[in-house]
Structures are given as C-alpha cells and as structure tokens.
C-alpha cells in the first residue's frame, strides 16, 4: 500500500535558485528508503518540505490519499514525523523529557503526558539502548548520545511515516546498527521509513529501495543493487567508486561500496 506520494514537489529559497526541482516518489507502508545525493543536492529541503517546515512552493504531499501540504501542523505530526539533522536544548531537559516531547501531537493544548505517553518515550528510548540515561541531562550527553535520543524522541511520535536527516551521524558501528535494525523491524509492523544519508553501505545493507538526487533530482530509484553501482555513484558524488561483491552459491551479492583513491604514480589506493 502506498503511504506517502510525493508528486512533482518544487521549493527554491531564491526565485533564480531552485533547490528541489519537479520531484515525485512513493514509499510503501512496511518499507525503509534511503535518500542518497551529494552535499547540496537537496535532501535536508526535501526532508523539511515533507514535514511542513518549509512550504512547497509546487506539487503535493500526499498520505494515504490525503493531501498533507495545506493540512495544519498537529493533525499531520499524527501521519508523519522529522528527526532533523541537529538540535539543541535550551534548557536541562533529561534525556526522557526530551523523548516525551515526541508524543506532543497526541496531546491537547493544555493536556498533560499520560500513562501510555511515558511508555511510548520509554520504550523507544529502550529501542536505542538508553534506557541507562533516561534521567541524565541532554546536554550532558555525548554527541553519539544526543543523537539517539533525538531518534528515541521520533519513534516515540509513533507516526505512520518518519522521516530521518542522517540518523547514523555522531554514531558508532554498533548503534548505526542497533538503529537501523530497530527502523527495519517497525517497518515490518506497518510503519515507512525514508532515511537521509550519506552512506551507501547502510543503505545497501538495511534499505528497500534507494533514491538518489542530483541538482534537486531524483536521478535513480530502485533497488540497493540496481541504483548502487559504480557507475551511478560515481556520476553522482564526483569520485570514483567501488564496489565489493561476495559470492553465495554462485550468486555475487553487492556488500560494501568504497572510494577508489588514486596515489601520486596513478595506481589505485584503497
């Protein structure tokens, strides 16, 4: 079933400046979609139009059939959720109120967190493996640790789509995996994932599908195999890629991408 439908979704800062330029794409309830591009190429924009932080200035959002750009902002942090690249606190929120705050859009305007809103925040934050720090200060945390909470407070939202800018930022090898891992089994129970990232290998690892923007372009969308080539990513990103395949029962699987790096006497160096 098809969840979010982004049909020819325009935005520019400046009128002689476009950012996004005509993009349409969908994602599937019980699917994980990774957006890949250089620096630049629009994805963070992307990410705020969706979420209405900023407004589409042609195209439309839709979800389930419902159109999303002109609807007010409580009613769509019910459909659809933004976990941004950076964010700080101004003032010694704990790492739980931080996740509560996540479940602001099930709450009426001077309505009180309840039962099952404490649960939501502590369950995801369980989900990311905080459950240790819950009462420790968010600016007290490390960078790696800020970010998982900021995730934690996403999930905890519970929206039927969730959109994450670089979620693997700040994170080590383990909680990279302890995240994807959770994203890919909350997708299997119904929810859709679109995920911005700089990292290929993730994205070939944990994605369904890829889309991958140049110039505010959605230049490929496919399977991890099929937009994931050499060929493709190095187009993109403006340096030579490589690919490593493993065998498995005479079928060679892609697992991991690589930058080529040329040495002075023009011999590859990886």
């Known amino acids: 079933m098809k969840r979010l439908d982004v049909q020819g979704l325009a935005f520019a800062f400046h009128p002689d400046r476009p950012v996004l330029r005509g993009i349409s794409f969908a994602v599937a309830a019980n699917e994980v979609v990774y957006v890949l591009g250089p620096n630049g190429c629009g994805k963070s924009t992307l990410f705020n139009c969706l979420s209405g932080v900023y407004a589409p200035q042609g195209g439309r959002v839709l979800l389930d059939g419902a159109d999303l750009t002109h609807m007010a902002a409580r009613r769509r942090a019910h459909y659809i959720g933004l976990v941004p690249q950076n964010h700080a606190a101004a003032f010694a929120y704990s790492a ?32 990311v493996g905080l459950s240790h720090l819950a009462a420790r200060p968010f600016n007290e945390l490390s960078g790696g640790e800020r970010r998982l909470v900021t995730i934690a407070r996403g999930l905890a939202q519970e929206s039927d789509v969730l959109l994450l800018d670089e979620p693997d930022a700040y994170l080590d090898p383990k909680n990279q995996h302890l995240v994807q891992e959770t994203i890919v089994a909350l997708a299997r129970q119904g929810r859709a994932f679109l995920i911005s990232s700089h990292s290929p290998n993730n994205a070939l690892l944990y994605g369904d599908r890829v889309l991958l923007l140049e110039a505010g372009r959605v230049v490929a969308d496919g399977p991890p195999p099929e937009v994931l080539t050499a060929a493709m990513l190095s187009a993109a990103y403006g340096a030579e890629m490589e690919i490593i395949y ?21 011999h590859d160096r990886r």
Do not use: I, K, W
């Open 96 to 127: 739980r109120d931080m996740a509560l705050m996540g479940r602001a859009p099930h709450l009426g305007l001077f309505e009180t967190p309840g039962r099952a809103d404490y649960e939501a925040a502590d369950a995801a934050l369980a989900a």
């Open 246 to 266: 493993e065998s498995n029962n005479g079928a060679q699987r892609a697992r991991a991408v690589l930058p080529v790096r040329a040495g002075h006497d023009g």
